[in-house]
């Protein structure tokens, strides 16, 4: 047993036993910045997306293309991580004080991460057949543009590094309302020439959540990647991340620290016009393991702490391309079958009134603003459902038609024509199955630990459980950042189908793991509910401002 196993068993037991170092306290003065900072490179802007060049911003797309261009992988990456507008409202979030402050301003991205702390560095390995010289660039969110890291086709060392085996995902789109779903590819990684390689800066995430951030952070990636899913599907482009690589070659690569900053996943892209990768580099160009990037990022803090659970748990997941699970390696570790009583039929989900584009754009965590008077409407609940149990993190770990990892439960308050009470999700069916009855809004609000929600007022509460240790036994330890970026991936569907219908949402990890197992029943089961996830409509005539970038 690795450790890992250890990690998670702290993680799922944070609400009774503090995790070490119980008694820290964050030095906000002192924190770092939200991305990755290069002075000394060169910065090129990126054009408009289609939507921009278009002038509409509904995400409807023009369709299938044959790959990537630079104005789509502009607009993934704009409404993905970048900048689109700032926001302001009265909420009920501890930081509400400090956003009037430019300097605490609150920017809105079209994907969710924990704390709003964005700590994952996107960069593009690019080589032959693309709009730019060769080289790395790191993709710079608050300038919306590149920054040219390396200059020279360094692809060989990306396929080197990912090694034989790497192509094709299992799970190509979240299906339903919030995106479609794509046949498996093969062979992708390895004919590439055009690469994301997505890397973690724990300090970025850990001078708020010191050893709890690599279970944050790992959830980060997958909501990334999920965001970037479901918006290449408007295009029939697919997103097939690769978790099994050589990290401590590609870190090297990027010039990275790898206890500092874990790389902790490839995804190759499909570009148009562009030659298969052989290998072979662009003349004058260089093909060596010696290569790597001489920038290096800048770091604000003063003060940059080292936690040892973080690095032990970084150690442990450090990924090797030769460990690469075999196909149905995860079959051991698929959802139960759905438990409860008779099942309670859920109508159709209803076409979502907003496209992809649109939803992204508008997502938000609701903090607080939740109106128990005004009931969520049944098929708005199913539409939420359908879409989150068929998203799953595509990796190649995972085989082609191969069983869910995640299950499903829902705490219902205020859904109009279902009985409030906690409830277990057949996705096979689509229907409900009763665990237990009664209204669920006194369990969810004692067991949660923050201040900004007020869990009752919720429609309904989503909770995502994976069978982590069963994971974790069939993959290795490795298997922790697939389990993380599977609920991570979840909790964006979630969100992008809420925004999609006009709902409110929230996601939150500050609450208590071990009741929800006992309420739900799943004690003496592997089941470990990761996160909670709050559907429902806001309060009529907010007090907000927005200001649209993009």
């Given at each position: ?15 009774r ?7 820290f ?46 104005p789509?992988?502009s ?63 790191h ?104 978790l099994?690589?050589d ?74 391309a030769?460990?690469r ?6 079959d ?11 099942p ?17 754009r ?67 069916a ?33 909770v ?87």
């Open positions: 047993m690795g450790y890992a196993h250890v990690y998670a068993h702290e993680i799922m037991h944070r609400g036993v503090p995790m070490e170092p119980a008694d306290v964050p030095d906000w003065a002192d924190r770092p910045r939200k991305a990755k900072f290069h002075p000394d490179a060169e910065t090129i802007p990126l054009p408009d997306g289609p939507d921009e060049q278009a002038g509409s911003t509904d995400g409807a797309g023009p369709g299938p293309v044959p790959g990537f261009t630079l789509l992988l607009g993934m990456l704009r409404d993905s991580y970048g900048l689109t507008g700032r926001r302001l409202a009265v909420q009920a979030n501890t930081d509400l004080a400090a956003l009037p402050h430019y300097t605490h301003a609150n920017w809105s991205r079209g994907t969710a991460s924990g704390g709003g702390l964005y700590p994952v560095a996107i960069h593009w390995v690019s080589g032959p057949g693309g709009p730019l010289t060769p080289g790395i660039h993709y710079a969110p608050h300038q919306h543009g590149l920054r040219r890291l390396l200059t020279g086709d360094v692809t060989a060392e990306v396929r080197a590094a990912l090694g034989a085996g790497s192509g094709g995902g299992a799970i190509g789109g979240a299906g339903g309302s919030a995106g479609g779903s794509a046949a498996p590819g093969g062979g992708v990684a390895a004919e590439a020439t055009q690469y994301l390689v997505l890397s973690v800066k724990y300090w970025q995430n850990a001078f708020k959540y010191n050893s709890f951030s690599f279970h944050a952070v790992s959830m980060d990636v997958g909501a990334l990647v999920q965001t970037w899913r479901l918006w290449a599907a408007q295009y029939g482009l697919r997103i097939d991340p690769v099994w690589f990290e401590e070659r590609l870190a090297r690569l990027l010039g990275v620290a790898p206890q500092e900053e874990g790389v902790f996943a490839v995804v190759p892209l499909t570009w148009a016009g562009a030659p298969s990768g052989d290998g072979a580099p662009v003349p004058g160009t260089a093909r060596t393991a010696d290569v790597a990037v001489r920038h290096r990022d800048v770091e604000r803090s003063r003060r940059v702490l080292a936690f040892d659970t973080l690095l032990r748990i970084h150690e442990a997941t450090a990924g090797r030769a460990e699970p075999a196909p149905g390696a995860l051991a570790a698929a959802a139960f079958p759905p438990r409860g009583a008779g309670l039929p859920l109508p159709a989900p209803p076409a979502p009134p907003a496209a992809t584009t649109r939803a992204l508008e997502r938000r965590s609701s903090f607080g603003r939740f109106d128990a008077s005004r009931p969520v409407e049944a098929e708005q609940l199913a539409a939420a459902l359908a879409d989150c149990a068929a998203t799953g993190y595509g990796t190649e770990a995972e085989r082609p038609g191969g069983p869910p990892l995640t299950a499903l439960y829902a705490f219902v308050n205020h859904v109009a024509g279902i009985a409030p009470g906690a409830y277990a999700y057949d996705p096979a689509h229907t409900l199955r009763p665990v237990k009855p009664g209204p669920p809004g006194p369990f969810l609000q004692r067991n949660y630990f923050l201040s900004n929600y007020n869990l009752e007022q919720a429609a309904a509460v989503l995502p459980t994976v069978r982590t240790t069963a994971v974790l036994d069939a993959v290795g330890d490795r298997g922790y950042r697939l389990v993380g970026g599977t609920v991570g991936a979840v909790a964006q569907t979630f969100y992008t189908t809420a925004a999609a219908f006009g709902l409110g949402a929230g996601v939150a990890l500050g609450f208590d793991n071990i009741a929800y197992i006992e309420e739900l029943g799943l004690t003496g089961t592997d089941e470990a509910p990761l996160l909670i996830m709050l559907l429902g409509h806001e309060r009529p005539r907010p007090a907000d401002f927005r200001h649209e970038t993009a």
